[in-house]
């Protein structure tokens, strides 16, 4: 493995995996942390964004759960 820097970016180099699954879900990781690090809101933005998703949701599927 070799992690060099160019400038603002990280670049990590392996060989081929055997679990390419695995590398999937270190990448999924590290696009997470990158995003997490961009985030310029409150936490009540935070909440408020969680609570129209959750009710948005709520309204699409409760059918599926009440009769």
């Known amino acids: 493995m070799i ?4 400038n603002q970016d990280l ?4 060989t081929a995996p055997a679990d390419i699954r ?4 270190v990448v999924d990781y590290l696009n997470l942390m990158e995003s997490i690090s961009k985030n310029q809101g409150t936490e009540e ?4 964004l969680a609570r129209d998703v959750h009710n948005e949701w709520w309204i699409k599927n409760r059918s599926l ?3």
Do not use: G, H, L, S
């Open 3 to 6: 992690i060099e820097q160019q």
């Open 11 to 14: 670049i990590i180099r392996v």
């Open 22 to 25: 695995a590398t999937q879900k």
């Open 45 to 48: 933005q935070a909440t408020e």
């Open 65 to 67: 759960f009440i009769r």
